[in-house]
């Protein structure tokens, strides 16, 4: 009924918006309210109470104008707005004095919005506007991004011309220019007609400076050849670096103070710079997302274990799931000796196996059951007792284990710019600490551990009989409690805050219930003024949506002015062991106040220095960073970033760390591993648009990841790509759906590949990772830095994929010597593919 009349009353809506904020607006009001009735007048004035109130929403109107969007701050808030747009909202902003729904509105609202153009064709009648060009469709194309590929130069380049005469030999002089020149060396553009090699040394004259300066160089400056860049033209660019045999520090000195005095009339060469942001930027956006536990194995009396791991919102639960009763972490008991040297015995670059674990509560402990597929393999007796009994246990998982070999070196890894590039660079560009170091020389090999459990598959491993009474013969799967455990430091993963609160750490006991249910009683672990997490000490029942009616009884001791039980929470994320939960304060309406938020806003602001806030600074400093490094130089995974283009979403990168994977191997048989390919046969549109998409949709950047599977038949004996590959995209949340024909089909002729996808949400790049590099660009060429911060900006979505093939013919128990046949295919196959 409320609806019926604000439609009736819309154009005074309209008239009445224009004035909403004003200092006469209440006596404008009333003018024109005054014929209407009581009911009629009380429903307008709620009208502009809600579109006077405050508001937090993200404005993004990529794809939805037809302007050029482009990101824009207010207040700490990133939005994402074309220029009539931001025309629309400091206006707004001005006449409301704030940020509020009438804001918002407004600018949703503006002329050159898809859905206004199209809501006004449909009400004059007359056809809906076409929104883009009528042009040949084009097939989207991604780039590849190479990890940890970016180099640091010991001094800085200027793009310079000048005539050089370089002596290939005591006859053979010519005539040539330079495109750059530093104080160590230079680049010198040379026709393809003169052959030179690397190593090669040769003189030459600047006869281009010795012409305004004296430079006291009769014989030239010898150089050495470093490398021959060839190009598709009738030119080279040669590489050269200086030998330093003339030994002439006033020469050193004048090009020194020649290339300062002149770097900003003729520009530095930003080259490496340029492409260490770009390798920089789409790092930072994959670690805080991966969703495999990192683990580093360090040697200690000839012994390996884990001591270290590194952890992010994704993949703490993994870390948190191998926790004794005692709050001990047991993974050096599961990453045991014995399967280290079976991992270690591998002869592939990556080691890999798959884990099973389970555990089991007697007597007031936690008892942890694990087996790997080799293990499994070797006992055949026992592997349907141990699948079948264990994955109907809720604490049932499977995990892919992934070890490669890393140096504490790679913990090091300096800015792209030089020290000459400015006074502070040496500050930045200091190795690890001694202390740092020190936790990192023993360090041998880094652990991925991924779960990969889902419904589906735990579903199709308890289809696996066994009978309960030979369940005691599992014991050999047992890890027996010890005395002390080797300790294992969890380092927190070091990025951009991205929270819109801060939390605090507090203990306190909370009870809560749902419709007058029984009570529960946990405690907080931290609270912002619209959070909560708490810990419980059985898992709950309750799932991710539901409400929550919760009390502080502690906490009411300390305040009269507030009512604080029977307060709303909805359920925003719960741990796999669902024993750590995440709240946030629930409103019905914007115009009732929610008496948790108004205390907890109260509680924080007299009592900040009391409070301590849950980013607290690193126990060592340095120590995340330095373990980052290693793992940005050591990554094993598929990296993959969905861009948002205009109004259409797209894989607009892919990365490759040191460790390529087969799905790398792929694209490199059919030649795609290039500068910019076609991804289009290995996903396709309408898999992105279909099956990505309506997911994603839904997904908030603090969520846990989306799982889909993706099962591939390939067929190297074929050359025609759309011929040789079949790709099937199946969601994890689909639980009737066996693939095992699937499968079957492609071991029995052909090459089976399985991957899991986890797709993540991202929020905004963290710049400040960035910073020093990007500033440097902007110096000499600020359009560049614009277009870079616009392409990382335009990233919606983080994928990563993890390879299960041995996990999904373990699920559906292929024949062995099926899969036999197909690894020395497979083996063939990836030998040649090395050796083209």
């Not at 070890?403 to 792209?416: H, Q």
């Not at 801060?502 to 007058?516: A, H, P, V």
């Not at 604080?564 to 304060?585: C, D, F, G, H």
């Amino acid at each position: 009924m409320s609806d019926d009349v604000l439609l009736k009353y819309q154009t005074l809506i309209d008239e009445l918006r224009e004035k909403l904020g004003s200092a006469n607006f209440d006596k404008f009001f009333q003018t024109k309210t005054k014929a209407l009735s009581k009911p009629d007048q009380f429903l307008l004035k709620m009208e502009m109470n809600r579109l006077s109130q405050p508001v937090q929403r993200f404005i993004d109107l990529r794809g939805q104008v037809t302007g050029d969007v482009k990101p824009y701050e207010h207040q700490g808030k990133q939005h994402f707005m074309d220029n009539i747009a931001i025309e629309v909202f400091e206006k707004a902003i001005k006449q409301h004095g704030g940020y509020t729904l009438a804001v918002y509105e407004a600018v949703m609202n503006t002329d050159n919005n898809h859905k206004v153009m199209q809501r006004k064709a449909k009400e004059t009648g007359q056809a809906a506007p076409i929104l883009t060009q009528v042009e040949e469709k084009k097939v989207p194309l991604t780039h590849l991004v190479e990890f940890a590929s970016y180099e640091t130069r010991s001094e800085e380049r200027m793009n310079y011309s000048i005539r050089v005469k370089i002596a290939l030999s005591s006859k053979n002089i010519i005539e040539a220019n330079t495109s750059d020149i530093s104080v160590s060396g230079c680049k010198v553009k040379l026709p393809n007609r003169y052959e030179v090699t690397q190593g090669q040394m040769l003189r030459l004259r600047l006869v281009g400076l010795e012409q305004d300066f004296e430079l006291g160089l009769k014989d030239g400056v010898q150089y050495e050849v470093v490398a021959v860049d060839s190009s598709n033209s009738d030119f080279n660019y040669i590489r050269l670096k200086r030998t330093y045999d003339e030994n002439n520090s006033a020469f050193d000195d004048f090009l020194r103070s020649f290339i300062h005095g002149n770097k900003r009339r003729y520009k530095v060469n930003i080259d490496n710079t340029l492409e260490a942001v770009i390798v920089k930027g789409y790092e930072q956006y994959y670690l805080p997302r991966v969703s495999s536990l990192f683990l580093f194995l360090s040697e200690n009396n000839q012994q390996l274990q884990p001591t270290l791991s590194l952890t992010n919102e994704n993949n703490i639960n993994s870390l948190r799931y191998f926790i004794d009763e005692n709050k001990h972490p047991v993974l050096s008991s599961i990453l045991n000796s014995a399967r280290i040297q079976a991992l270690t015995s591998q002869t592939s670059h990556v080691k890999t196996t798959t884990l099973y674990s389970f555990n089991h509560i007697a007597g007031g402990k936690l008892f942890f059951y694990t087996a790997t597929d080799l293990e499994l393999s070797q006992t055949p007796a026992l592997k349907e007792l141990f699948l079948g009994f264990g994955s109907h246990k809720p604490s049932w998982r499977t995990f892919v284990v992934q070890m490669v070999p890393c140096l504490d070196a790679d913990a090091f890894i300096p800015l792209s710019l030089p020290e000459t590039a400015g006074t502070d660079i040496a500050k930045f560009n200091k190795p690890p600490s001694p202390r740092v170091q020190g936790m990192l020389q023993d360090i041998k090999y880094l652990v991925l551990l991924t779960d990969i459990t889902t419904a589906s598959a735990t579903a199709e491993y308890q289809k696996n009989s066994f009978k309960k009474e030979q369940v005691n013969a599992l014991k050999q799967f047992g890890h027996a409690k010890q005395k002390a455990y080797a300790p294992l430091d969890a380092v927190a993963l070091e990025y951009i805050n991205l929270r819109a609160e801060t939390r605090y750490l507090y203990k306190t006991t909370i009870e809560f219930e749902q419709e007058e249910s029984v009570k529960v009683v946990a405690h907080t672990l931290d609270f912002s003024e619209n959070g909560l997490q708490i810990e419980l000490a059985e898992p709950t029942r309750y799932e991710k949506g539901d409400l929550l009616l919760v009390a502080f009884p502690d906490l009411q001791k300390i305040t009269k002015k507030h009512q604080l039980s029977k307060l709303p929470y909805e359920i925003m994320a719960i741990s796999k062991t669902k024993t750590i939960v995440n709240l946030r304060s629930y409103q019905p309406t914007p115009d009732t106040p929610h008496q948790g938020s108004i205390f907890f806003t109260q509680l924080i602001a007299n009592n900040k220095d009391k409070l301590q806030a849950s980013e607290e600074s690193p126990k060592v400093p340095g120590l995340s960073a330095a373990l980052r490094n290693i793992v940005t130089k050591n990554v094993c995974q598929f990296p993959f970033y969905l861009h948002k283009k205009a109004s259409n979403i797209q894989v607009g990168a892919i990365a490759k760390g040191l460790y390529p994977t087969h799905f790398h191997f792929l694209l490199q048989h059919f030649n795609l591993l290039t500068e910019h390919f076609s991804l289009a046969q290995f996903m396709p549109e309408n898999v992105i648009n279909d099956i990505f998409l309506p997911r994603l949709k839904t997904l908030k950047r603090q969520d846990p990841p989306l799982q889909i599977d993706l099962y591939i038949r390939f067929n190297p004996l074929i050359k025609s790509l759309d011929k040789a590959l079949m790709c099937d995209y199946v969601p994890t949340e689909y639980t009737s759906l066996s693939k095992k024909s699937f499968i079957t089909a492609s071991a029995q002729q052909d090459l089976f590949f399985g991957f899991r996808i986890f797709l993540s949400r991202t929020g905004r790049p963290d710049t400040e990772y960035l910073a020093k590099e990007l500033s440097y660009i902007s110096q000499y060429a600020q359009h560049k830095a614009r277009v870079l911060e616009e392409e990382l900006w335009s990233v919606v979505c983080v994928g990563e994929m993890i390879e299960i093939t041995d996990e999904l013919t373990q699920r559906y128990n292929i024949e062995a010597k099926l899969l036999h046949n197909m690894a020395l295919r497979k083996k063939n196959w990836l030998q040649k593919l090395t050796l083209s």
